[in-house]
Protein backbone atom coordinates (compact mmCIF):
# COMPACT_ATOMS: atom_id res chain seq x y z
CA UNK A 1 0.00 0.00 0.00
CA UNK A 2 1.58 3.39 -0.98
CA UNK A 3 2.86 5.30 2.03
CA UNK A 4 1.82 9.34 2.30
CA UNK A 5 4.12 12.09 2.90
CA UNK A 6 7.57 10.91 4.38
CA UNK A 7 9.39 14.38 4.27
CA UNK A 8 9.20 16.70 6.89
CA UNK A 9 10.40 19.66 4.81
CA UNK A 10 7.66 22.77 5.16
CA UNK A 11 5.34 22.90 2.65
CA UNK A 12 5.86 26.68 0.79
CA UNK A 13 3.47 29.19 2.50
CA UNK A 14 4.02 32.04 0.46
CA UNK A 15 0.23 33.42 0.95
CA UNK A 16 1.29 33.69 4.50
CA UNK A 17 3.64 35.46 6.84
CA UNK A 18 6.76 33.38 8.33
CA UNK A 19 5.98 31.76 11.35
CA UNK A 20 2.55 31.65 10.49
CA UNK A 21 0.18 29.06 10.27
CA UNK A 22 -3.77 28.44 9.11
CA UNK A 23 -6.04 26.66 10.87
CA UNK A 24 -10.11 25.54 11.32
CA UNK A 25 -11.30 27.64 14.03
CA UNK A 26 -14.92 27.89 16.30
CA UNK A 27 -15.02 31.75 15.97
CA UNK A 28 -17.51 31.50 18.94
CA UNK A 29 -20.69 29.42 19.49
CA UNK A 30 -22.61 28.66 16.06
CA UNK A 31 -19.54 29.91 14.10
CA UNK A 32 -16.55 28.44 12.15
CA UNK A 33 -13.98 30.13 9.91
CA UNK A 34 -10.90 29.76 8.63
CA UNK A 35 -7.77 32.30 10.43
CA UNK A 36 -4.17 32.77 10.74
CA UNK A 37 -2.38 31.78 14.23
CA UNK A 38 1.71 31.61 14.99
CA UNK A 39 3.34 28.51 14.52
CA UNK A 40 2.81 26.67 18.05
CA UNK A 41 5.79 26.63 20.87
CA UNK A 42 7.94 23.10 21.33
CA UNK A 43 8.56 22.96 24.75
CA UNK A 44 11.16 20.33 25.65
CA UNK A 45 8.54 17.66 26.21
CA UNK A 46 6.95 18.81 23.16
CA UNK A 47 6.48 17.75 19.75
CA UNK A 48 5.08 20.04 17.01
CA UNK A 49 3.42 17.78 14.34
CA UNK A 50 3.08 19.17 10.24
CA UNK A 51 -0.20 17.36 9.36
CA UNK A 52 -1.18 15.57 6.48
CA UNK A 53 -4.57 13.92 7.14
CA UNK A 54 -7.37 14.73 9.28
CA UNK A 55 -10.64 13.29 9.95
CA UNK A 56 -13.96 15.51 10.97
CA UNK A 57 -15.68 14.06 13.83
CA UNK A 58 -19.53 14.78 15.42
CA UNK A 59 -18.04 15.95 18.60
CA UNK A 60 -16.61 18.92 16.65
CA UNK A 61 -19.69 19.75 15.56
CA UNK A 62 -20.94 19.41 19.44
CA UNK A 63 -18.38 21.82 20.38
CA UNK A 64 -19.27 24.48 18.04
CA UNK A 65 -22.82 23.95 19.07
CA UNK A 66 -21.23 24.73 22.76
CA UNK A 67 -21.00 21.60 24.53
CA UNK A 68 -17.72 22.74 26.02
CA UNK A 69 -18.36 25.89 26.97
CA UNK A 70 -17.93 29.60 24.72
CA UNK A 71 -14.78 29.17 22.90
CA UNK A 72 -12.98 32.62 20.97
CA UNK A 73 -10.84 31.10 17.83
CA UNK A 74 -10.72 27.74 19.41
CA UNK A 75 -8.86 25.26 16.67
CA UNK A 76 -10.69 22.16 16.22
CA UNK A 77 -9.97 18.82 15.51
CA UNK A 78 -8.25 15.50 17.41
CA UNK A 79 -8.24 13.15 14.89
CA UNK A 80 -5.00 14.01 12.35
CA UNK A 81 -1.43 12.29 11.19
CA UNK A 82 1.28 13.99 10.28
CA UNK A 83 4.56 14.34 10.33
CA UNK A 84 7.07 15.45 13.12
CA UNK A 85 8.52 19.11 12.38
CA UNK A 86 9.90 19.98 15.40
CA UNK A 87 10.92 17.38 18.36
CA UNK A 88 11.20 18.24 21.94
CA UNK A 89 14.62 17.96 23.45
CA UNK A 90 13.56 15.62 26.34
CA UNK A 91 11.64 13.75 23.88
CA UNK A 92 13.79 10.31 22.66
CA UNK A 93 12.86 7.66 19.78
CA UNK A 94 11.68 9.40 17.74
CA UNK A 95 13.19 11.46 14.56
CA UNK A 96 12.11 14.91 13.01
CA UNK A 97 10.72 13.70 9.72
CA UNK A 98 8.71 10.65 11.08
CA UNK A 99 5.28 9.87 10.25
CA UNK A 100 3.45 9.93 13.42
CA UNK A 101 -0.20 9.60 14.84
CA UNK A 102 -1.73 11.50 17.62
CA UNK A 103 -4.70 9.89 19.86
CA UNK A 104 -7.50 12.21 20.14
CA UNK A 105 -6.73 12.03 23.78
CA UNK A 106 -3.19 13.48 25.27
CA UNK A 107 -2.81 12.30 28.77
CA UNK A 108 -0.05 13.52 30.62
CA UNK A 109 0.92 10.19 32.44
CA UNK A 110 2.17 11.44 35.48
CA UNK A 111 -1.27 12.74 37.37
CA UNK A 112 -2.98 11.10 40.23
CA UNK A 113 -5.79 10.00 38.04
CA UNK A 114 -3.39 8.93 34.96
CA UNK A 115 -1.17 6.91 38.19
CA UNK A 116 -5.07 5.02 39.05
CA UNK A 117 -5.11 3.91 35.21
CA UNK A 118 -7.76 6.47 34.36
CA UNK A 119 -5.46 8.10 31.52
CA UNK A 120 -8.60 9.56 29.94
CA UNK A 121 -9.60 11.48 33.27
CA UNK A 122 -6.34 12.52 33.37
CA UNK A 123 -6.37 16.00 36.09
CA UNK A 124 -9.93 15.77 36.65
CA UNK A 125 -13.27 14.25 34.80
CA UNK A 126 -12.83 13.71 30.79
CA UNK A 127 -9.24 15.97 31.40
CA UNK A 128 -7.36 13.59 28.89
CA UNK A 129 -9.45 15.00 26.21
CA UNK A 130 -7.05 18.05 24.99
CA UNK A 131 -7.32 18.84 21.73
CA UNK A 132 -9.92 21.27 20.83
CA UNK A 133 -10.43 21.54 24.11
CA UNK A 134 -8.33 22.97 26.78
CA UNK A 135 -5.95 23.78 23.55
CA UNK A 136 -5.52 24.30 20.12
CA UNK A 137 -6.96 20.94 17.87
CA UNK A 138 -5.24 19.34 15.23
CA UNK A 139 -7.42 20.86 12.41
CA UNK A 140 -4.67 23.32 11.61
CA UNK A 141 -1.29 23.10 9.42
CA UNK A 142 0.58 22.46 12.33
CA UNK A 143 -0.30 21.23 15.88
CA UNK A 144 1.15 20.46 19.18
CA UNK A 145 1.35 17.48 21.16
CA UNK A 146 1.93 17.83 24.98
CA UNK A 147 3.73 14.68 26.85
CA UNK A 148 4.75 13.19 23.30
CA UNK A 149 7.12 10.86 24.82
CA UNK A 150 4.14 8.83 25.72
CA UNK A 151 1.47 10.50 22.83
CA UNK A 152 3.00 9.71 19.82
CA UNK A 153 2.87 7.06 17.75
CA UNK A 154 5.03 6.14 14.50
CA UNK A 155 2.60 4.82 11.56
CA UNK A 156 4.13 1.85 10.07
CA UNK A 157 5.35 2.24 6.29
CA UNK A 158 2.34 -0.14 5.42
CA UNK A 159 -0.13 2.17 6.62
CA UNK A 160 -1.17 5.55 5.13
CA UNK A 161 -1.67 8.95 7.27
CA UNK A 162 -5.44 7.90 6.33
CA UNK A 163 -5.45 4.20 7.65
CA UNK A 164 -3.68 5.56 10.93
CA UNK A 165 -6.12 8.88 11.58
CA UNK A 166 -9.07 6.14 12.08
CA UNK A 167 -7.36 5.28 15.60
CA UNK A 168 -6.96 8.64 17.25
CA UNK A 169 -11.16 8.24 17.85
CA UNK A 170 -13.11 6.03 15.41
CA UNK A 171 -11.11 2.51 16.53
CA UNK A 172 -10.12 3.78 19.88
CA UNK A 173 -13.40 4.48 21.19
CA UNK A 174 -15.22 2.30 19.36
CA UNK A 175 -13.42 -1.34 20.06
CA UNK A 176 -13.00 0.16 23.87
CA UNK A 177 -17.03 0.47 23.50
CA UNK A 178 -16.67 -3.66 22.99
CA UNK A 179 -13.87 -4.00 25.40
CA UNK A 180 -16.08 -2.47 27.84
CA UNK A 181 -18.62 -4.44 27.20
CA UNK A 182 -17.05 -7.57 28.63
CA UNK A 183 -18.50 -9.55 25.79
CA UNK A 184 -18.02 -13.55 26.42
CA UNK A 185 -16.54 -15.61 24.27
CA UNK A 186 -19.77 -16.40 21.79
CA UNK A 187 -21.88 -14.04 23.62
CA UNK A 188 -24.86 -11.84 22.25
CA UNK A 189 -24.15 -7.98 21.59
CA UNK A 190 -26.12 -5.19 20.66
CA UNK A 191 -24.65 -1.84 19.18
CA UNK A 192 -27.51 0.96 19.43
CA UNK A 193 -26.37 3.37 16.43
CA UNK A 194 -23.84 2.45 13.32
CA UNK A 195 -22.24 5.85 12.79
CA UNK A 196 -18.77 5.41 12.52
CA UNK A 197 -18.03 4.40 16.51
CA UNK A 198 -21.17 2.20 16.34
CA UNK A 199 -19.76 0.42 13.24
CA UNK A 200 -16.19 0.33 14.62
CA UNK A 201 -17.96 -1.20 18.02
CA UNK A 202 -19.68 -3.48 16.33
CA UNK A 203 -16.24 -5.08 14.56
CA UNK A 204 -14.57 -5.03 17.67
CA UNK A 205 -17.20 -6.80 19.23
CA UNK A 206 -17.05 -9.42 16.66
CA UNK A 207 -12.88 -9.30 16.92
CA UNK A 208 -13.62 -10.17 21.15
CA UNK A 209 -15.56 -13.40 20.05
CA UNK A 210 -19.03 -12.09 19.81
CA UNK A 211 -21.66 -14.56 18.08
CA UNK A 212 -24.61 -13.11 17.66
CA UNK A 213 -23.97 -8.64 17.04
CA UNK A 214 -27.39 -7.40 16.07
CA UNK A 215 -27.18 -3.45 14.60
CA UNK A 216 -30.00 -0.99 15.37
CA UNK A 217 -30.35 1.53 12.89
CA UNK A 218 -32.65 3.21 10.86
CA UNK A 219 -29.84 4.74 7.48
CA UNK A 220 -29.88 2.49 4.79
CA UNK A 221 -26.51 3.42 3.45
CA UNK A 222 -24.94 2.50 7.46
CA UNK A 223 -27.13 -0.74 7.80
CA UNK A 224 -25.23 -1.92 5.01
CA UNK A 225 -21.86 -1.09 6.18
CA UNK A 226 -22.58 -2.52 9.47
CA UNK A 227 -23.66 -5.76 7.70
CA UNK A 228 -20.25 -5.60 6.16
CA UNK A 229 -18.49 -4.95 9.14
CA UNK A 230 -19.66 -8.11 11.33
CA UNK A 231 -23.43 -7.58 12.69
CA UNK A 232 -25.65 -10.48 12.13
CA UNK A 233 -28.54 -8.62 12.07
CA UNK A 234 -30.26 -5.13 11.67
CA UNK A 235 -33.08 -4.01 13.92
CA UNK A 236 -34.75 -0.94 12.03
CA UNK A 237 -35.92 1.21 14.97
CA UNK A 238 -38.13 3.67 12.99
CA UNK A 239 -39.95 0.22 11.42
CA UNK A 240 -40.21 -1.89 14.82
CA UNK A 241 -39.58 -1.46 18.64
CA UNK A 242 -35.87 -2.53 19.07
CA UNK A 243 -36.14 -3.79 22.10
CA UNK A 244 -38.86 -5.89 21.74
CA UNK A 245 -36.98 -6.94 18.32
CA UNK A 246 -33.95 -7.96 20.06
CA UNK A 247 -35.69 -10.08 22.48
CA UNK A 248 -37.30 -11.78 19.64
CA UNK A 249 -33.79 -12.01 18.08
CA UNK A 250 -32.38 -14.04 21.16
CA UNK A 251 -35.09 -16.20 22.19
CA UNK A 252 -36.49 -14.10 24.82
CA UNK A 253 -33.24 -13.68 26.90
CA UNK A 254 -31.71 -10.01 26.27
CA UNK A 255 -28.30 -9.88 24.97
CA UNK A 256 -25.03 -10.08 26.88
CA UNK A 257 -24.34 -6.47 26.17
CA UNK A 258 -25.67 -3.64 24.80
CA UNK A 259 -23.36 -1.03 23.54
CA UNK A 260 -24.67 2.75 23.54
CA UNK A 261 -22.86 4.91 20.74
CA UNK A 262 -25.72 7.17 20.29
CA UNK A 263 -26.02 9.19 22.97
CA UNK A 264 -29.53 9.42 23.90
CA UNK A 265 -31.82 9.11 26.98
CA UNK A 266 -33.80 6.90 25.08
CA UNK A 267 -31.80 4.34 23.87
CA UNK A 268 -29.71 4.29 26.95
CA UNK A 269 -33.14 3.12 28.64
CA UNK A 270 -33.09 0.18 25.74
CA UNK A 271 -30.10 -1.34 26.15
CA UNK A 272 -30.98 -1.62 29.75
CA UNK A 273 -34.19 -3.26 29.01
CA UNK A 274 -32.44 -5.77 26.11
CA UNK A 275 -29.61 -6.77 28.31
CA UNK A 276 -29.90 -10.03 30.06
CA UNK A 277 -29.19 -9.93 33.84
CA UNK A 278 -25.49 -10.00 34.62
CA UNK A 279 -25.01 -8.45 31.24
CA UNK A 280 -22.99 -4.86 30.88
CA UNK A 281 -24.36 -1.48 29.13
CA UNK A 282 -21.20 -0.10 27.62
CA UNK A 283 -22.00 3.39 27.13
CA UNK A 284 -19.94 5.58 24.58
CA UNK A 285 -22.14 8.14 22.83
CA UNK A 286 -22.36 11.62 24.18
CA UNK A 287 -25.75 12.75 26.30
CA UNK A 288 -25.72 16.24 25.51
CA UNK A 289 -29.29 16.91 26.98
CA UNK A 290 -30.74 17.49 30.24
CA UNK A 291 -29.85 16.92 33.78
CA UNK A 292 -30.36 13.41 34.34
CA UNK A 293 -30.12 10.20 32.31
CA UNK A 294 -33.06 7.65 32.54
CA UNK A 295 -32.54 3.73 34.44
CA UNK A 296 -35.97 1.82 33.91
CA UNK A 297 -36.10 0.65 37.65
CA UNK A 298 -37.90 -2.51 36.72
CA UNK A 299 -35.76 -3.84 33.85
CA UNK A 300 -32.71 -2.53 36.24
CA UNK A 301 -34.04 -5.24 38.50
CA UNK A 302 -34.91 -2.49 41.00
CA UNK A 303 -31.53 -2.21 41.62
CA UNK A 304 -30.65 -5.62 42.00
CA UNK A 305 -29.87 -7.41 38.05
CA UNK A 306 -26.53 -7.81 38.47
CA UNK A 307 -26.54 -5.46 35.11
CA UNK A 308 -23.14 -3.32 34.84
CA UNK A 309 -22.79 0.51 33.53
CA UNK A 310 -19.74 1.02 32.05
CA UNK A 311 -18.33 4.10 30.60
CA UNK A 312 -15.50 5.70 29.59
CA UNK A 313 -13.61 7.86 26.88
CA UNK A 314 -11.22 6.94 24.13
CA UNK A 315 -7.99 5.32 25.54
CA UNK A 316 -4.78 7.43 24.09
CA UNK A 317 -1.06 6.16 24.30
CA UNK A 318 1.77 5.23 22.37
CA UNK A 319 1.13 1.66 23.06
CA UNK A 320 -2.63 1.58 22.02
CA UNK A 321 -2.37 3.24 18.88
CA UNK A 322 0.68 1.03 17.65
CA UNK A 323 -2.11 -1.98 18.79
CA UNK A 324 -4.96 -0.37 16.57
CA UNK A 325 -2.33 -0.10 13.81
CA UNK A 326 -1.44 -3.52 13.81
CA UNK A 327 -5.37 -4.43 13.62
CA UNK A 328 -5.24 -2.65 10.25
CA UNK A 329 -2.19 -3.86 9.32
CA UNK A 330 -2.57 -7.73 9.54
CA UNK A 331 -6.07 -7.10 7.79
CA UNK A 332 -8.13 -7.36 11.16
CA UNK A 333 -10.60 -4.30 10.67
CA UNK A 334 -10.31 -1.68 7.10
CA UNK A 335 -11.17 1.54 8.35
CA UNK A 336 -11.36 3.15 4.14
CA UNK A 337 -14.51 2.19 3.56
CA UNK A 338 -15.74 5.06 6.21
CA UNK A 339 -14.24 7.67 4.04
CA UNK A 340 -17.63 8.47 2.37
CA UNK A 341 -16.13 12.35 1.34
CA UNK A 342 -12.91 13.98 0.62
CA UNK A 343 -12.09 17.42 0.92
CA UNK A 344 -8.76 19.60 0.73
CA UNK A 345 -7.79 21.57 3.91
CA UNK A 346 -9.41 24.45 1.92
CA UNK A 347 -12.40 22.90 1.36
CA UNK A 348 -12.89 22.31 5.35
CA UNK A 349 -16.09 24.53 6.11
CA UNK A 350 -17.84 22.64 3.38
CA UNK A 351 -16.63 18.91 5.33
CA UNK A 352 -17.91 20.34 8.31
CA UNK A 353 -21.20 21.84 7.44
CA UNK A 354 -21.76 18.27 5.65
CA UNK A 355 -20.60 16.44 8.95
CA UNK A 356 -22.97 18.44 10.78
CA UNK A 357 -25.92 18.39 8.79
CA UNK A 358 -25.26 14.36 8.20
CA UNK A 359 -26.21 14.76 4.55
CA UNK A 360 -25.30 13.09 1.33
CA UNK A 361 -25.16 9.87 3.41
CA UNK A 362 -21.90 10.89 4.83
CA UNK A 363 -19.92 8.80 7.32
CA UNK A 364 -16.44 10.22 8.04
CA UNK A 365 -15.29 12.79 5.98
CA UNK A 366 -11.21 12.94 5.28
CA UNK A 367 -9.36 15.93 5.22
CA UNK A 368 -5.76 16.31 3.18
CA UNK A 369 -3.27 19.22 3.47
CA UNK A 370 -1.19 19.82 0.36
ZN1 LIG B 1 -13.50 12.28 17.28
ZN1 LIG C 1 -2.59 12.83 33.81
Redesign the pocket.
Known sequence: MATQSTTATPRSSSRRLPGQMRCFVMKRIGEVGMMEKPLPECGPNDAIIRTTAALICTSDTHTVKGAVGERFDHTLGHEAAGVIQKLGSAVTGFKEGQRVVVNAIT?????????RGY?S???GML??WKFANVKDGNMAEYFHVNNAQANLAPIPDELTDEQAAYCCDMLSTGFMAAEYANIPIGGTVAVFAQGPIGLMATVGARLLGASQIIGVESMPHRQKLALRYGADHIVDFSKEDPVEAIMNLTHGEGVDAAIEALGSDLTFQQCIRCTRPGGVISNVGYHGDGDFIHIPRMDWGVGMSDKTIRTGLCPGGSERMSRLMRLIQTGRVDPLPMTTHRFSFDEIEKAFHLMDNKKDGIIKPLITFA
Open positions: PCYHCMNCQTQCGGG
